[in-house]
C-alpha cells in the first residue's frame, strides 16, 4: 500500500481503495489510544473504544468531508462521541464493529501492559493523592463513600448524617475541584459510570 498522501488524501481513496485506511489507522491508533486510556484508565475499555472509533470511521468514509480540521479532527470528533456515549451508558457500543463483521478480540497482557505505559499511573496516583488532599473534609468524605465504595446517595447522606441533597452537593462539589486539580496537572479525567 502506498503510504504517500496526507490523511484527507487517504480517506477519500480508502472509498474505492479500503486498504487506504489502514495507513490512516496506523498513524492514529497509538494516540487515539493514550486518549483513552488517560481518560478511562481502563486498558480493555480504551482498546474497545479505538476498535469502535476506527469502525464507525471508516464505515462513514464515504461522508467525511474536510471542513478545515483534517482527517485528526474528524476521529476525534468520533473518538469524543464514543466516549460520551460510554461515560454516559457505561457500555462500549460495538454497533459499527458488527456492522463490518470484526471479530471481537482479546486485551493480551502485553498489549495491557503497553496501554497502562500510556496512561502513567504512578504520575496519576500522585496527582490525584493531591488533589484529594485539597479537599475539604466533608468532600473526601463523601468522595471516599460514593466514588471510591461506591455507596447508594441514601447511605452516603446517613453516613454523613446529612440531607441525600446535601451528599450530593458534596459529591458534585468535590468531583468538580479535583477535577479542576487534575486540570492544572494536565491530567483530564472523566468521571465514569
Known sequence: ?????????LIVRSWDE??????????HAETLLAYFARRTFDPGAAAELVAETFAQAFASRRRFRDRGLGATGWLYGIARHQL???????AIDARARRRLGMPEREV???????????IDFERV???????????????REALTLRVI???????????????????RARVSRGLKRLGRSLDAEGLEIKPGR
Open 125 to 139: 496516583g500522585r496527582a490525584i493523592g493531591q488533589a484529594f488532599s485539597l479537599l475539604s473534609e466533608e468532600q
Open 108 to 118: 493480551s497482557p502485553d498489549d495491557y501492559e503497553r496501554i497502562e505505559e500510556l
Open 1 to 9: 500500500m502506498d503510504e504517500d498522501g496526507d490523511d484527507v488524501e
Open 149 to 167: 465504595e461506591g455507596r447508594p446517595y441514601r447511605e452516603v447522606a446517613d453516613a454523613l448524617r446529612c440531607s441525600e441533597e446535601a451528599a
Open 18 to 27: 479500503p486498504e487506504a485506511f489502514g495507513v490512516v489507522f496506523e498513524r
Open 84 to 90: 460520551s456515549r460510554f461515560f454516559r451508558t457505561g
